[in-house]
């Protein structure tokens, strides 16, 4: 399990979200306060969009297995940048030792020319069985871009292969049904293998001007008597929203500033602040979407019955 | 007469006015007396604030509180006032959870505040007041659901409701999961082996593949079931619209609403998920709920957990509706 970020809107003060409010990103890394048993201690990645930057269709990308809490190059950056859309992520992997911590397996995942990035909070379980199962659904130019051992990184291949143009830069729509069509095929295939564990898949994905995420878990609930996850999976694996002008630090706390019309969605697997008073739950079995308009952006959530 | 015993009169006599505590014994209400302490708040003294830590129940004396959720954006929205006789934050208390709204006096009022280590003393004495407490507390408990729920289903508008329930007797039987399993899930870490066993005993286990109703709106249900495996939907159909209002999952119970207060169940329940099923039939659920084992003290602890765990997932609906006026 994971610990993730995505944001769509107004510049935000990356180090805020990162490192200084109460439950920052990087806090959940070491003291998450909606995982039972887990720590996300196996590195941090991160794509921002700044339209100030050289090349502002490029984001800004970075992905060190250190722990970020002690990253002052991270620390130092994030203290100087304010991207109007980004997804960051720490990584969580269960304590074994089959488990391969690199820098290939960070999130979120870019392939070279692709305007999608994506990152995963969940897991596909027995995901070996499956995995070649995918091969027919994932354009071979974007299968040789695979580099890691992550279930998430063939996850993403897929979600691109589902793309018109797997290259292209699709609007929240597409992407939107880019990644149902996908977890459709990932039920398809799990069904053919007869694998039905509980199996989250929590995805941010974006290309800087359009945002989806979904709250998803194949089989919820379900896990065989011998399943040693089991305490940790329990609780539908969570996602939260805050939604309003601009998220900076006020006199009770950070929070989103009144708009009238929403210029800012920030994402989180747990609220960046202690007190959720804020902050929104996305229902379970959902999907938000977000895109940038001329007046801020437009964001709905629906069901995500696949 | 001393002015303290005078006092714990005026609390005993107060306490029998409150609905919540309506034919308590006078020993019952005299313990609870003992217990409170009086407070008295000026208008705008916010009693807690929502996320807050639950260190009490408030029972209202005299005055009023208005009951508020902060939202996303700036933006707030009244949930309800309450007057003489009423009670909050009884939910916490509990569960010792996190206030889920924020409590603030809107006219001067006069409390009687019960802490919850002093409740905790009481539940650890097996003090017959707080069983008898927490038996009333999972009825307005029920009621406060009731509330919530009606007014989502008020917010779909008018059309045809919820889908005929499956009878129980068509469910499938199965035998029981295994014991090391059952010992895992969160909901069951409080039971000793033996009240363990009589709780898993009590009734029949069943299956039941995805998308099938267990429970349906309007109509009485006929038992309480706890999920085992899989994932059960709560929610309400108008027509083509609807809302979802819990997913119950490992170790959670749906459909004992009827069960407890009488009436027909405010939401309609189907499999999400195929689903392994504790079926308890109403007597199976009426010797556990009203029993003085150490199983029937349990239970009646996994029931109020449900409970506050389906009146926080009914308000996030309501902020979400709010959120987005």
């Keep these: ?306 | 007469m001393s002015e303290g015993a005078s006092a714990s009169d005026d609390a005993i006599n107060f306490l029998a006015t409150v609905p919540l505590l309506d034919g308590m014994p006078e020993a019952e209400l005299a313990e609870l007396a003992r217990i409170t302490r009086r407070r008295e708040l000026p208008a705008g003294e916010v009693l807690w604030r929502q996320g807050d830590e639950a260190k009490a129940m408030a029972l209202i004396v005299d005055g009023r509180v208005s009951v508020s959720l902060r939202l996303p954006g700036d933006r707030t929205v009244q949930i309800s006032t309450m007057g003489r006789g009423e009670v909050l934050g009884e939910i916490p208390l509990l569960d010792g959870g996190l206030h889920s709204a924020k409590a603030s006096v809107v006219e001067p009022a006069t409390l009687l505040l019960l802490a919850r280590a002093d409740f905790a003393a009481l539940v650890s004495r097996r003090h017959p007041t707080a069983f008898a407490l927490k038996r009333r507390i999972a009825g307005v408990a029920c009621a406060r659901l009731r509330l919530q729920l009606a007014g989502l289903a008020a917010s779909l508008g008018d059309g045809a409701g919820a889908p005929v329930a499956e009878a129980n007797a068509a469910l499938e039987s199965s035998g029981p999961p295994d014991s090391a399993y059952v010992q895992r899930l969160a909901t069951f870490h409080a039971f000793d082996s033996l009240a363990l066993w009589g709780f898993l005993t009590a009734g029949r286990f069943a299956r039941c593949p995805a998308g099938r109703t267990l429970v349906a709106e309007g109509a009485p249900s006929t038992a309480c079931y706890v999920v085992m495996n899989g994932a059960v939907e709560k929610v309400i159909i108008r027509g083509d619209r609807r809302i979802r209002v819990g997913l119950a999952g490992p170790g959670h119970a749906f459909g004992y609403e009827s069960l407890i207060d009488g009436d027909p169940s405010p939401v309609t329940a189907f499999t999400r998920e195929r689903t392994l099923l504790l079926v308890l039939p109403q007597d199976a659920f009426e010797r556990l709920f009203h029993g003085e084992t150490t199983g029937s003290h349990v239970f009646l602890d996994v029931i109020h957990r449900d409970l506050m765990v389906a009146l926080r997932e009914a308000l996030r609906p309501h902020a979400r509706l709010a959120a987005s006026v």
């Excluded at chain 1, 392939?111 to 995901?127: C, S």
Aim: hydrophobic share 40%.
């Design chain 1, 1 to 306: 399990m994971c610990r993730v970020l995505a944001y769509l809107g107004e510049p935000i003060a990356l180090g805020h979200v990162l490192y200084q409010t109460d439950s920052s990103l990087v806090r959940q890394s070491y003291s998450p306060r909606m995982m039972a048993t887990f720590l996300n201690l196996a590195g941090f990645g991160m794509v921002a969009w700044d339209p100030r930057s050289a090349q502002p269709e490029d984001p800004f990308t970075y992905r060190a297995t250190t722990l970020p809490t002690f990253d002052r190059n991270l620390r130092n950056l994030a203290g100087k940048l304010a991207p109007t859309c980004m997804i960051a992520h720490v990584r969580g992997v269960s304590h074994d030792a089959k488990e391969i911590v690199s820098e290939s397996n960070l999130h979120p995942f870019r392939f070279p020319g692709a305007r999608v990035a994506m990152a995963h909070n969940g897991h596909l379980r027995e995901f070996a069985r499956m995995r070649y199962d995918l091969v027919p659904y994932i354009r071979p130019e974007l299968a040789q871009r695979i580099e890691g051992t992550t279930d998430s990184e063939w996850v993403y291949a897929l979600v691109l292969s589902q793309l018109e143009d797997p290259f292209g830069l699709p609007e929240a729509r597409e992407l939107a049904d880019a990644t149902a069509s996908s977890l459709r095929l990932l039920r398809e295939i799990r069904a053919r293998h007869g694998i039905d564990t509980s199996s989250p898949v929590n995805l941010s994905l974006t290309t800087g001007e359009a945002l989806v995420a979904t709250r998803f878990s194949f089989d919820y609930g379900w896990y065989p008597d011998e399943d040693t996850l089991l305490e940790t999976d329990l609780p539908y694996v969570s996602l939260w929203y805050t939604v309003g002008g601009e998220y900076m630090e006020r006199a009770d706390g950070p929070a989103m500033t009144a708009s009238d019309d929403p210029r800012s969605l920030l994402i989180a697997s747990e609220p960046l602040t202690v007190d959720t008073s804020t902050w929104l739950e996305v229902p379970e079995y959902s999907m938000i979407t977000a895109a940038r308009t001329p007046e801020g952006i437009e964001f709905e959530t629906r069901d995500l019955d696949v």
